[in-house]
């Protein structure tokens, strides 16, 4: 009888240790390296795939400028603010949550303007190519090599979506002075704006937009640029 309970409590001991390897080695193969995805398309807008580096440009910039509010916030321990939640019905949220939202949305916006500008024959003036340049000289000043490395942006990159959203803002603005936005209640320029009601309503559902969760839902914001280890 002993024998038996012996036996049995081996049987018990070595199923648990294989359990907690197979645990172990199931957390290893799952984790989620973002370097290793960098050149996996995450957004899709209509037939143009956005890639994870790409948008490491969107990233970044809402990731800077969150992080000045979290900074504010509790300067000594930021990552209080990135985690703080807001209840406000169906839109409670995360602010790394609500800040991944942000960036996605204004990385189709770019893409849906930037596309219409292109079939409108719209460009940009010296000036607004000049500034573009100052633009993209004053990000990468602000990068350090531990945020170029991680978002895998490089100056090339960056000048290019700065350009597409230049010209997407362009588009943007042509489409205020051309469209009557009377019928909406917010300032035409909030309209138009990637949460705008007429964005949102008139716009937006004449897109195919297609994300890759798979991604995606492994991305936490306010640890990929800021408040790194």
Not at 101 to 123: F, H, P, T, W
Not at 169 to 196: H, I, Q, T
Not at 214 to 223: A, E, M, N, R, W
């Amino acid at each position: 009888m002993k024998k038996s309970a012996g036996k049995a409590v081996a049987v018990i001991i070595i199923a648990s240790v294989f359990l907690i390897m197979f645990a172990f080695c199931g957390h290893i193969l799952s984790k989620f390296t973002y370097s290793d995805h960098l050149d996996e398309k995450v957004i899709t807008v209509d037939d143009k795939d956005i890639t994870l580096r790409e948008f490491g440009y969107y990233i970044y910039e809402v990731e800077a400028f969150v992080q000045n509010q979290a900074l504010l916030y509790d300067p000594e321990n930021p990552g209080l603010w990135w985690n703080t939640h807001f209840s406000a019905g169906m839109d409670s949220q995360f602010v790394c949550d609500y800040a991944k939202k942000v960036a996605i949305n204004m990385c189709i916006a770019d893409e849906i303007y930037y596309r219409q500008a292109l079939s409108q024959g719209l460009s940009l003036t010296s000036n607004e190519e000049a500034q573009v340049l100052d633009d993209v000289s004053n990000l990468i000043n602000n990068m350090d090599s531990r945020q170029l490395l991680s978002t895998g942006l490089d100056e090339k990159i960056i000048f290019d979506i700065s350009k597409k959203h230049a010209l997407a803002s362009k588009c943007a603005e042509k489409l205020v002075k051309d469209r009557n936005l009377a019928a909406f209640y917010e300032e035409p320029a909030r309209e138009v704006n990637w949460d705008g009601a007429y964005f949102q309503e008139q716009i937006l559902p004449e897109h195919t937009i297609r994300m890759n969760d798979s991604v995606l839902d492994k991305i936490t914001f306010g640890k990929i640029t800021v408040n790194l280890l």
